[in-house]
Antibody
Framework: QVQLVESGGGVVQPGRSLRLSCAAS????????MHWVRQAPGKGLEWVAM????????YYADSVKGRFTISRDNSKNTLYLQMNNSRVEDTAVYYC????????????WGQGALVTVSS | SYVLSQPPSVSVAPGKTARITCGGD??????VHWYQQKPGQAPVLVIF???DRPSRIPERFSGSNSGNTATLTISRVEAGDEAGYFC???????????FGGGTRLTVL
């Protein structure tokens, strides 16, 4: 079965960096686009970034563009999110999510990783 | 950017029908997807492409989309349906994915 397992969450100071990872299994990782979606405490869902199946194209929400970088290593079945210049408002649970063959929705989600940006 | 509007809360008695709306400009021209999220858990896809259901989701869950409103309908509501529900669309012109603010379903 499809499994997505995030890691790398924790506490980071404002302005510092953190890298999240998402280990995928149960499907052919290199065939599917992948996403990061976040949820601030007590708030709704916010799409963060997307990467094509082959890593050629990447898209970002305006709130993180220029600070966050999404990447993937298909040889390791792993998705990454490099968070630079962190802000207090980046505090959230970060989910990795798989999309089906055609862009549109998210058919599987990881359990999430909590990132707290605080001094 | 495209905006989706949901009521913050909906309440329904067990066994009745709950309807959760998602408003957006000409949303009927887009494909709408719905997620259920229980406290402390990751979201789960319950409806995709307006009205399709993943095999693991009960037939009590259905969806429709027309004009400026999409609707998630939960028939014969059970206590276990109490959760947050989020609508979502893909804005293909900007390659952005957009969520509604979410609706908290309370089973009385």
């Amino acid at each position: 079965q499809v499994q997505l397992v995030e890691s790398g969450g924790g506490v980071v100071q404002p302005g510092r960096s953190l890298r999240l990872s998402c280990a995928a299994s149960g499907f052919t990782f290199s065939d599917f686009g992948m996403h990061w979606v976040r949820q601030a405490p007590g708030k709704g869902l916010e799409w963060v970034a997307m990467i094509w199946y082959d890593g050629r194209n990447k898209y970002y929400a305006d709130s993180v563009k220029g600070r966050f970088t999404i990447s993937r290593d298909n040889s390791k079945n792993t998705l990454y999110l490099q968070m630079n210049n962190s802000r207090v408002e980046d505090t959230a649970v970060y989910y990795c999510a798989k999309q089906p063959s055609y862009p549109g929705h998210f058919d599987y989600w990881g359990q999430g990783a909590l990132v707290t940006v605080s001094s | 950017s495209y905006v989706l509007s949901q009521p913050p809360s909906v309440s329904v008695a067990p066994g009745k029908t709950a309807r959760i709306t998602c408003g957006g400009d000409e949303i009927g021209r887009k494909s709408v997807h719905w997620y259920q999220q229980k406290p402390g858990q990751a979201p789960v896809l319950v409806i995709f492409y307006d009205g399709d259901r993943p095999s693991r989701i009960p037939e009590r869950f259905s969806g429709s989309n027309s004009g400026n409103t999409a609707t998630l309908t939960i028939s014969r509501v059970e206590a276990g349906d109490e959760a947050g529900y989020f609508c979502q669309v893909w804005d293909s012109s900007s390659y952005h994915w957009v969520f509604g603010g979410g609706t908290r379903l309370t089973v009385l």
